[in-house]
């Protein structure tokens, strides 16, 4: 997977090249491109973005730079443009499931109010164009969502997770929001871990890891246990 990033504080996206993934893009896992929009500009003071049409706080970026800069980075290559925005769908595990079977990925980070919207509708007829949201909060601008959305991708690419199953097992996988984990030592300040976790007892573990998987989704998300198909939960799960 090739991933390119166009924003004009490419500083912010430098912990894309840390740890696991600065690991997967040294071992060829995955290419990184990171751009300034301001190399498109080409008056004196590299201006991005002007006063808003209809009037309203702040500016908005201009359209004639973002369009040199995608044309640039896109070239003839297909790719899918991901724009981050508070207005955008929920990025969610699915939407990262699905971008991890795409050979490219182009995100435009946004500053100020956003992007002239005629990027999007002008890019919209090349190929697929996804205006996301990684929560319901607003951010000053693209880079930190993108750096969350590059994350959750990039980790379920082959080879990228020493433990690939993980991937699969993690929370929201199953629909399920992941329950309480435990190391050594087996007593912590007076607080002791599960007795059914070192019964070896594999059966009796998985379901007490089920119910607490359960337990705690119906604590915290019921919205979760209400989007599980029918069939998600079984007898012994109901009986939670
Ligand atoms: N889930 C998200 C995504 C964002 C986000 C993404 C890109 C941009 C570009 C600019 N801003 C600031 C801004 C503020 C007010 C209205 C519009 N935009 C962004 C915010 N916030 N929260």
Same mark, same amino acid.
């Given at each position: 997977?090739?991933? /390119?990033?166009?924003?004009?504080?490419?500083?912010?996206?430098?912990?894309?090249?840390?740890?696991?993934?600065?690991?997967?893009?040294?071992?060829?896992?995955?290419?990184?491109?990171?751009?300034?929009?301001?190399?498109?500009?080409?008056?004196?003071?590299?201006?991005? /973005?002007?006063?808003?049409?209809?009037?309203?706080?702040?500016?908005?970026?201009?359209?004639?730079?973002?369009?040199?800069?995608?044309?640039?980075?896109?070239?003839?290559?297909?790719?899918?443009?991901?724009?981050?925005?508070?207005?955008?769908?929920?990025?969610?595990?699915?939407?990262?499931?699905?971008?991890?079977?795409?050979?490219?990925?182009?995100?435009?980070?946004?500053?100020?109010?956003?992007?002239?919207?005629?990027?999007?509708?002008?890019?919209? /007829?090349?190929?697929?164009?996804?205006?996301?949201?990684?929560?319901?909060?607003?951010?000053?601008?693209?880079?930190?969502?993108?750096?969350?959305?590059?994350?959750?991708?990039?980790?379920?690419?082959?080879?990228?997770?020493?433990?690939?199953?993980?991937?699969?097992?993690?929370?929201?996988?199953?629909?399920?929001?992941?329950?309480?984990?435990?190391?050594?030592?087996?007593?912590?300040?007076?607080?002791?871990?599960?007795?059914?976790?070192?019964?070896?007892?594999?059966?009796?573990?998985?379901?007490?890891?089920?119910?607490?998987?359960?337990?705690?989704?119906?604590?915290?998300?019921?919205?979760?246990?209400?989007?599980?198909?029918?069939?998600?939960? /079984?007898?012994?799960?109901?009986?939670?």
């Amino acid at each position: 997977m090739r991933i /390119d990033v166009v924003t004009i504080f490419p500083g912010y996206l430098a912990p894309l090249r840390e740890a696991l993934l600065g690991r997967a893009i040294e071992a060829g896992l995955v290419e990184l491109g990171v751009h300034d929009l301001r190399d498109w500009t080409h008056d004196v003071h590299q201006a991005v /973005d002007d006063s808003p049409y209809g009037g309203g706080p702040g500016m908005v970026m201009r359209p004639q730079v973002w369009g040199e800069a995608l044309d640039a980075v896109l070239g003839e290559e297909p790719a899918r443009l991901v724009v981050p925005t508070p207005a955008g769908r929920p990025f969610t595990q699915a939407t990262a499931q699905a971008w991890a079977a795409e050979e490219r990925l182009v995100f435009a980070c946004g500053r100020y109010e956003g992007i002239d919207q005629r990027v999007v509708d002008a890019y919209a /007829d090349r190929g697929p164009v996804d205006e996301v949201s990684i929560g319901d909060y607003v951010l000053v601008g693209g880079e930190v969502a993108v750096l969350v959305m590059v994350e959750a991708v990039v980790r379920l690419l082959p080879g990228v997770l020493g433990n690939p199953v993980s991937a699969q097992e993690d929370s929201f996988s199953d629909g399920l929001l992941e329950g309480p984990a435990y190391t050594r030592p087996v007593s912590w300040r007076g607080l002791d871990v599960p007795d059914v976790l070192r019964s070896g007892n594999h059966a009796a573990i998985a379901r007490w890891r089920r119910d607490r998987a359960l337990e705690r989704t119906a604590a915290r998300r019921p919205d979760l246990l209400d989007a599980l198909p029918p069939d998600a939960l /079984d007898r012994a799960d109901r009986a939670f």
